[in-house]
């Protein structure tokens, strides 16, 4: 198993075998959670992958059973410190990511165990086959802490629609995988037990396609799509940029980490 070693631990392990790159998110004291170090792993892991013809199937997963609690807050913590630049270039370090993970070229499958919250939400937006734990938790909880859930807003409203996408994230609430399926989310939900079968069974589905006619199939789905993503990029970074320093945002972070409720809730 090799390191994608971008900071002094491997946040991200890749695997390859058989055809198959299986990337697993490596930073179990945060929860797998989204940070800087974490995403530029991920790029540079689909980055090698992307033009390597042996590769046929990608498989995102994280470990010690849990996908990922969402972007890390301490660095979202770091935006006040920040210039409004080194927001932007952090929030389009996100975007980068899911755009990514939305034009890949070869199939990405996303394993979805215990929870997947904020932020890696846009993981599973951007991926073409979503395999949940039935007991996976999930919420789009950034109104909560005073953010804004802008870099991964294009992806899911391409996903799931204005409507879901409207009730999920000004509410916050936490959701089971069984609605996650209902509204397209998630693809198939089942039994922990039962999930690497089946995504052993996947992936020789997809490894038994013609791998040009899936990248131009998924790039003309891409066409096709209601939404214009690139249009949409400099306004969601913006937003988000925005929101992390903004006063809300920080009480919102602050009061996260203090473990109170925010002022806005008193």
Not at 41 to 46: N, Y
Not at 159 to 170: E, V, W, Y
Not at 226 to 250: F, H, M, P, W, Y
């Amino acid at each position: 198993m090799a390191s994608l070693e971008c900071s002094i631990q491997p946040l991200v392990e890749l695997n390859q075998s058989n055809g198959i790159s299986r990337l697993l998110l490596n930073d179990p004291t945060k929860r797998n959670a989204l940070s800087k170090g974490m995403l530029s792993c991920i790029i540079k892991g689909l980055n090698k992958i992307k033009n390597d013809n042996r590769q046929k199937v990608v498989v995102i997963r994280g470990s010690q059973g849990v996908f990922s609690s969402g972007a890390d807050l301490e660095w979202m913590q770091q935006g006040l410190n920040q210039t409004e630049e080194e927001n932007i270039a952090d929030a389009n370090l996100f975007y980068e990511t899911f755009e990514l993970l939305n034009n890949f070229p070869k199939p990405v499958i996303m394993w979805v165990e215990k929870y997947a919250m904020g932020g890696a939400l846009g993981l599973l937006v951007t991926a073409d086959y979503v395999v949940a734990d039935k007991d996976a938790r999930m919420a789009f909880s950034e109104v909560k802490l005073g953010l804004v859930p802008a870099t991964i807003a294009p992806f899911v409203i391409n996903k799931i629609g204005s409507s879901q996408a409207r009730a999920l994230m000004l509410s916050a609430t936490p959701f089971s995988a069984k609605k996650a399926r209902q509204i397209g989310l998630v693809h198939e939900t089942m039994a922990s037990k039962d999930i690497p079968a089946r995504i052993d069974e996947l992936c020789e589905t997809f490894k038994g396609n013609s791998p040009q006619a899936m990248a131009t199939t998924k790039q003309l789905i891409n066409q096709l799509a209601i939404v214009d993503l690139s249009a949409n990029k400099e306004t969601c970074v913006t937003q988000i940029a925005k929101a992390r320093s903004s006063t809300e945002g920080v009480e919102g972070v602050k009061a996260f980490f203090e473990k109170r409720l925010p002022e806005w809730n008193k």
